[in-house]
């Protein structure tokens, strides 16, 4: 059975801070790992992916991955209250997407002003 | 460039009926994928359409059904309605099968009585 673990928080971050947000997974063969955000009342929205080990940055966004370990996280430099969100965290099996994404239950995130 | 619509928005059925609900993708994507996402929970993978035939499925049962249309606009039926089905249906497009970068609609929230 394909898994995704996530805490699923809330996890409480104080404004300019750095939120960082943890992803194990089950399936060793698992190509792709994506991170989505997830505003209250609304869809999920791709935010960061990455196919290969280490770190993948964008903007205030860092993806690392560990396939090794079989674990992928999400930092989130001088956070700001509008990421205040659920961050879903999935992936592809090998295979590729034909079978969907996996997704964890998600990590509910509090910017605190 | 035209996002990905859901309509409608919110429904409430009866145990024992049936529903569809229908999903236009962005321009430019040619594949659809449908996702339940029950309260607290991630989304969960049911289906992938490209060339209007089904091209992965999920754990979901046979009364979970779609079609995909030359427009690329998709429908979900799902028959024999159960209170468990109750959720958040969302529909993704994308460009291609083999991938996780995914457009959610704004889903169709479906309450089973």
């Known amino acids: 059975q394909k898994e995704v673990e996530q805490n699923s928080g809330p996890l409480s971050v104080p404004e300019g801070a750095i939120a960082s947000l943890n992803c194990t997974y089950s399936?060793?063969?698992?190509?792709?790992f994506f991170w989505y955000r997830q505003y209250s009342g609304k869809s999920p929205e791709l935010i960061m992916f990455?196919?290969?080990?280490g770190d993948k940055e964008d903007g205030r966004f860092t993806a690392q991955l560990n396939k090794a370990s079989q674990y992928v996280s999400l930092l989130i430099r001088d956070s700001q209250p509008s990421d205040s969100a659920t961050y879903l965290c999935?992936?592809?099996?090998?295979?590729?997407?034909?079978?969907?994404?996996?997704f964890g239950k998600g990590t509910h995130l509090i910017i605190q002003p | 460039e035209t996002g990905v619509t859901q309509s409608p928005t919110h429904l409430i059925k009866t145990r024992g009926q049936q529903v569809t609900l229908r999903c236009s993708s962005q321009s430019g994507h040619n594949t659809v994928s449908w996702y339940q996402q029950a309260l607290g929970q991630g989304p969960q993978f049911i289906f992938q359409y490209y060339r209007e035939e089904e091209n992965g499925r999920g754990n979901f049962p046979p009364r979970f059904s779609g079609l995909q249309f030359p427009n690329y606009s998709s429908e979900l039926n799902v028959n024999a309605l159960e209170l468990d089905d109750s959720a958040l249906y969302l529909c993704?497009?994308?460009?291609?099968?083999?991938?996780?970068?995914?457009?959610f609609g704004e889903g169709s929230r479906l309450t089973v009585l």
């Open positions: 399936d060793r063969g698992s190509q792709s």
């Open positions: 993704a497009s994308s460009f291609g099968t083999n991938t996780g970068e995914l457009f």
């Open positions: 999935a992936f592809t099996p090998k295979g590729g997407g034909a079978d969907g994404l996996t």
């Open positions: 990455i196919y290969s080990n």
